[in-house]
């Protein structure tokens, strides 16, 4: 008998019994995990706290959205046409009542007391013309020199005037000399339509002297518009008298004027007096100077004395 076969003695063992499941390959019976779903995009992470400006405890609030404004240009665009049909819209609206209006007459073009002289002259025969005291262009159209008031009493005739004025004629770039600014002025004479320039100068005593100027234009709107242009800045201390200065009468718009006293130190005072007006297409213009006071009497009478000449 073969030894395996002895059975010892004693009492035998129970059997073990192995469970099945015990013995069973792990892999066969292993529980089966359902596959995850598959989604076509990838989702978006969801944030976890802590969120940027808040705690971990609490969830961030809602985030704004930018909102795109209206543009501005379509509304003015809207309100420009509204107005615009507006405008039209009257416009035509008036047109229309107009023309349903009757047409108003207009007055007559010939009319009774309008013809000058009121009788007509002969066949051939024309007005006489005006006598050369009466007509100022004639006047001023001959030797304007002539034109410059005679020397008054107890005045000399000043040489010293003669480095400029030539023979009783001064030269437009001679008479804008006398000016602060004389490059503007020279333009602006030029401008101006400047015709000629008469002068004529005297002296009484040590000091006095006296200069009268006669500036002609082509128009007396010139000579008015230059006289004015001289006049305006008399009131200023600076540049002109400082004052007002005082009316001439029969001269329309023309003034005298009566500077103060100009005091430098190692000189003798300066006085001056100045008168400004225009007959016509002249423009007169007279100055006096001295060393000693000058009244308005004396600037006033040699004006008065040139106003009549013209």
């Known amino acids: 008998m073969n030894p395996k ?5 004693g009492p035998a063992e129970p059997p073990v019994q192995v469970e099945v499941a015990d013995q069973a390959d792990p892999e066969v019976f292993a529980p089966e995990v359902p596959p995850a779903p598959v989604t076509p995009f990838p989702e ?7 969120f940027p400006g808040a705690s971990a405890e609490e969830p961030p609030g809602p985030q704004a959205v930018p909102v795109k404004r209206r543009p501005r240009g379509r509304t003015t665009l809207i309100v420009a046409a509204a107005a615009l049909l507006g405008i039209a819209g009257g416009t035509a609206v008036g047109y229309g009542v107009q023309a349903e209006r009757a047409p108003t007459p207009l007055t007559a073009l010939s009319q009774p007391d309008l013809a000058y002289p009121a009788k007509a002259l002969p066949a051939g025969q024309a007005p006489d013309p ?23 009493a107890g005045w000399q005739d000043d040489k010293s005037l003669a480095v400029f004025a030539k023979d009783g004629w001064l030269g437009v770039e001679d008479y804008a000399l006398e000016f602060e600014d004389e490059d503007y002025m020279y333009g602006d004479l030029l401008d101006t339509d400047i015709r000629r320039v008469a002068a004529k100068a005297w002296k009484k005593g040590e000091y006095r002297t006296a200069a009268v100027y006669l500036v002609q234009f082509h128009s007396g709107a010139a000579a008015a518009a230059h006289a004015e242009d001289q006049r305006s800045y008399m009131p200023d201390a600076e540049h002109g008298a400082g004052n007002e200065g005082s009316a001439l009468k029969g001269s329309g718009t023309g003034r005298y004027y009566v500077f103060p006293a100009e005091r430098k130190a190692g000189y003798l005072p300066l006085y001056h007096a100045r008168a400004i007006f225009h007959r016509g297409d002249v423009m007169v213009d007279i100055h006096i100077y001295d ?20």
Do not use: F
């Open 5 to 9: 076969d002895t059975v010892p003695d």
């Open 44 to 50: 978006a992470p969801v944030p976890v706290p802590p």
């Open 130 to 152: 005006l006598p050369a005291s009466q007509d100022r262009r004639v006047h001023t159209d001959g030797d304007l020199r002539k034109l410059v008031a005679p020397r008054p």
């Open 291 to 310: 060393s000693a006071s000058i009244s308005k009497k004396d600037i006033r009478t040699m004006a008065e004395r040139q106003l009549e000449r013209l």
